[in-house]
């Protein structure tokens, strides 16, 4: 699930669509296969070079599919012969990254205007195998099996990469990590239910909590809100003016949360495929939506 800044609304990617969900409206657009046999793993909806919103998802085979407008046919756009395994839009900019550790900046639908593999940087990296990225301003975050990497990126080409050496000593299989630019902090999850907030101006920790539960996802936004998702169903929600608050228990896991880009709401998608929508009122989140919109959620 991502954010998509040019309004209110988020993207969900399935098996067999990207779904836009507006959030102020409550309506959705689908951009889907034709064919049933085709399958997504990984998507986006992403600012195009003329400033247009499209549809951009990754196959396990390394297609790569764009969509002018929902309801069309696709196009593919090229074949990495590797799993596309995360797609993110940063301002008119699309970055992919695939199984073979490579990455990719492209100008979409045009063209790819730089690759690069992770496994030659000189940074001395644990591990090039990317699990996921986080995108926000003009700054992206690299997770891999073992390293966290942070790079910025000015006219469609990397400026620069840094290893985030502190965040590596936090013990425990790391599940996500998310980052501001604003505030300059990163927050990140581990499998034993720790959280760790690190100030990224000076790579010092700024608050661990322990949410004692596994932790499935999480998202945090400029305002360093955190929402937090966990394997009981369990849906969190901090900020630096209160303690951690449970904000509903559901009888599903959680597979995936997302603060919208305004803060206004929050939107948490389960394990039986139910998506739910909360709205800020009077600092609180309360539940204003709950319906089964998606029947074929990818994790």
């Known amino acids: ?36 046999q085709e399958k997504i793993s990984c998507g986006s909806l992403v600012t195009t070079i003329e400033g247009k919103i499209g549809g951009v998802a990754g196959q396990e085979n390394g297609n790569l599919w764009y969509w002018k407008r929902p309801n069309k046919t696709p196009e593919e756009l090229t074949n990495y012969k590797a799993e596309i395994i995360s797609i993110k839009g940063l301002n008119h900019y699309t970055l992919i990254a695939t199984a073979g550790k490579k990455f990719y900046i492209w100008e979409i639908p045009n063209a790819c205007i730089q690759s690069v593999d992770l496994s030659t940087l000189e940074l001395k990296l644990i591990s090039s195998n990317t699990l996921m990225m986080d995108v926000r301003g003009n700054e992206v975050l690299i997770i891999t099996e073992k390293d966290l990497i942070r790079a910025t990126i000015d006219k469609g080409r990397i400026n620069t990469l840094e290893r985030l050496n502190k965040i590596i000593s936090f ?44 932790i499935t996802c999480l998202d945090f936004n400029e305002k360093r809100l955190l929402a937090i998702g966990t394997i009981k169903g369990n849906v969190y929600v901090n900020n630096e003016e209160t303690n951690c608050i449970l904000l509903e228990s559901f009888k599903s896991g959680v597979v995936d949360i997302k603060i919208s880009p305004n803060g206004n709401y929050i939107v948490v998608l389960l394990e039986d495929h139910n998506c739910v929508l909360f709205q800020e009122r009077e600092q609180l989140f309360e539940k204003i939506c709950q319906r089964k919109l998606f029947v074929c959620y990818k994790e």
């Open 171 to 214: 013990s425990g299989k790391r599940q996500t990590a998310m980052h501001t630019t604003k505030n300059k902090a990163i927050a990140i999850a581990n499998d034993s239910g720790a959280i760790l907030v690190i100030d990224t101006s000076t790579n010092e920790m700024h608050s661990i909590l322990q949410i004692r539960e596994i």
């Open 1 to 36: 699930m991502e954010r998509i800044y040019a309004d209110d609304s988020v993207c969900i990617t399935t098996q067999k669509k990207l779904v836009r969900y507006k959030l102020d409206k409550n309506s959705i657009e689908e951009y889907k296969f034709e064919s049933q």
